[in-house]
Nanobody, 118 residues
């Protein structure tokens, strides 16, 4: 059984950079042909896909966030991470990591609340 666990700071200040990490257990992030994604849900809004890293390290970004986002991985720790810069209060959301199996998100973390506030 694949399990994902997000970790992050909870509260960050405007203009700072958010760093989130997803630790994966029960499966390797290098197993073909899975991909690994970050998705967020602002309060009262729908889910928003942010970025994906493939089993081979290829990366994909939402056009609206590409200039502020960076997704990476540490295969030795079976983790993947997201950095989001130039934060504003509009980045307040629950952030999820998920496994992407041919465009189906079949495993999710429980989510981590990130609040951007001074």
């Amino acid at each position: 059984q694949v399990q994902l666990q997000e970790s992050g700071p909870g509260l960050v200040k405007p203009s700072q950079t958010l760093s989130l990490t997803c630790t994966v257990s029960g499966g390797s992030i290098t197993t073909a042909y899975y991909a690994w994604s970050w998705i967020r849900q602002p309060p009262g809004k729908g889910l928003e896909w942010m970025a994906t890293i493939g089993y081979d390290g290829s990366t994909y970004y939402s056009p609206s966030l590409k200039s502020r986002s960076s997704i990476s991985r540490d295969t030795s720790k079976n983790q993947f991470s997201l950095q989001l810069s130039s934060l504003t209060p509009e980045d307040t959301a629950v952030y999820y990591c998920a496994r992407d199996d041919s465009d189906i998100y079949d495993y999710w973390g429980q989510g981590t609340q990130v609040t951007v506030s001074s």
